[in-house]
DNA sequence: TGTATTTAAGACAATTTTGTCCCAAAACTA
DNA sequence: TAGTTTTGGGACAAAATTGTCTTAAATACA
């Protein structure tokens, strides 16, 4: 049951990364990030473009630059990483890939579907990459195999 | 949210088809399927295949041959299919795409997605395609758009 | 000013998924 | 037996995803 492309797995963990480094100030460099994740780094340079063009990630080039997080990461919920890397219909698409599946015309597995939608859009809306990082400083959760 | 591949999308739907024309006796033909869903005839037939290799259908060559299901479509669930179209392993992969996630090392979602995993394959489990496609022979629901 | 560091951006290749096509094998019909 | 229908299976092409590489632009620092 895979339901994150690559491109979103590798900036969600990158993201949480971030977030688990609270105590540190500036820049993080993607570089380093790629490097402790031990995933491509032009991949994640791309999409953290894509984060930083859609005001989730501020970026400085140069020496000491790298990426920041625009807000808190309390403030950062994984339905907003979604929603950028995925597109904002990610919780809004018919499990049998029907376009217009609604209470109109719905297919046979609709209802269960949406609920199950309705249920993981949730929790993605409530959890935060502050809450993420944290477990990861924990030491009792990783983000690498 | 993208959880079947289009393959699993086609077979899925194409048995349900079958399901829904309960009274129908003997064999199926791939092309009719395949028109009346709107949905390519030779990618459905290797997905047909796929099945027929795993038990879950049988087919028949020849004038008057085509598909049918193994067994009553009142014992065939959706956990049946998604087993054999995705693999053994589909209710049990790691959102962040890590792989030994697991209470050893756990991924900062586990716990979460754990719970999602099991809720999702509980109804692929009690869903049958006779329920499913008695759904659709009354007419309120569709299987193509 | 020149060099090193770091992101930006795009070209390009490799891989996977999706889709098409052709021919063989099996079965029926005349 | 010959011809038609239907699945089986593989080759092949197209498209999407994933991954790599090169160059440019911005910034810092000596």
Known sequence: MRVLSK???YGLRALVYMASERERTG???IGEIAEKLNISFHFLTKTFQTLTQHGILESYRGPNGGVALTKPAEQ????????????ADFFDK???GL???GVEAPCPVHD?????KRAMKEEFDITSLAELG???????FRLVA
């Open 99 to 101: 376009p217009g599946c």
């Open 7 to 9: 491109a979103t797995v």
């Open 112 to 116: 269960f579907w949406k609920e199950a």
């Open 134 to 140: 944290e477990k990861v400083s924990d030491e009792r």
């Open 27 to 29: 820049y993080v460099s």
């Open 94 to 96: 018919c499990l049998l």
């Open 76 to 87: 950062l919920f994984l339905t907003d990483i979604v929603h950028v890397l995925e597109g």
